[in-house]
């Protein structure tokens, strides 16, 4: 399963979970924690600081 499929697949519509494909294409689920929230704000910050220069 591609991306696209998941995003056409209507049983995904409104998801209350947030998942994620492997390189395999298989699907994975799991709640996003303190941890990844950390290291989403890096990574922001991190894009904003080089693709603004």
Excluded at 13 to 32: C, L, N, Q, S, Y
Aim: hydrophobic share 40%.
């Amino acid at each position: 399963m591609n991306w696209q499929d998941i995003c056409d697949n209507p049983l995904f519509k409104d998801f209350p979970f947030k998942f994620e494909t492997d390189r395999w294409g298989h699907i994975v689920m799991r709640p996003a924690g303190n941890r990844d929230s950390r290291y989403h704000v890096r990574i922001v910050g991190l894009l904003e600081r080089f693709l603004t220069n």
